[in-house]
Nanobody, 124 residues
Framework: QVQLVESGGGLVQAGGSLRLSCAAS????????MGWFRQAPGKEREFVAGINWSGGTTTYADSVKGRSTISRDNAKNTVYLQMNSLKPEDTAVYYC?????????????????WGQGTQVTVSS
């Protein structure tokens, strides 16, 4: 088990940037693949970005590809999501998730551990 705490959300104007962080507890963080998901009001939770255990493999949803970068620092037990050129449609609660297997996955059902979420609001 790993416990996750997100931070870095907030209110930003369209075109701006935010860097989300997810701090994980436990000594086995480096064994987990990590993912970022988001859920907008009235919509289902959706995959945003994922990274494998080593950071050598990443994948992105088409909606954020080219504007976002996921990275991790295993020495700090932290995963990041850098988001640039933000759009109002990026407004959502962003969740960090951990997967016991080290490979990247895009389905939320592949992730057993979740943070509480951090709100991102992009104004037009």
């Amino acid at each position: 088990q790993v416990q996750l705490v997100e931070s870095g959300g907030g209110l930003v104007q369209a075109g701006g940037s935010l860097r989300l962080s997810c701090a994980a507890s436990g000594r086995t963080f480096s064994r987990y693949a990590m993912g970022w998901f988001r859920q907008a009001p009235g919509k289902e939770r959706e995959f945003v970005a994922g990274i494998n255990w080593s950071g050598g493999t990443t994948t992105y949803a088409d909606s954020v590809k080219g504007r976002s970068t996921i990275s991790r620092d295993n020495a700090k037990n932290t995963v990041y999501l850098q988001m640039n050129s933000l759009k109002p449609e990026d407004t959502a609660v962003y969740y960090c998730a951990a997967r016991g297997w080290g490979a990247v996955a895009t389905s939320e059902y592949e992730y057993a551990n979740w943070g509480q979420g951090t709100q991102v609001t992009v104004s037009s």
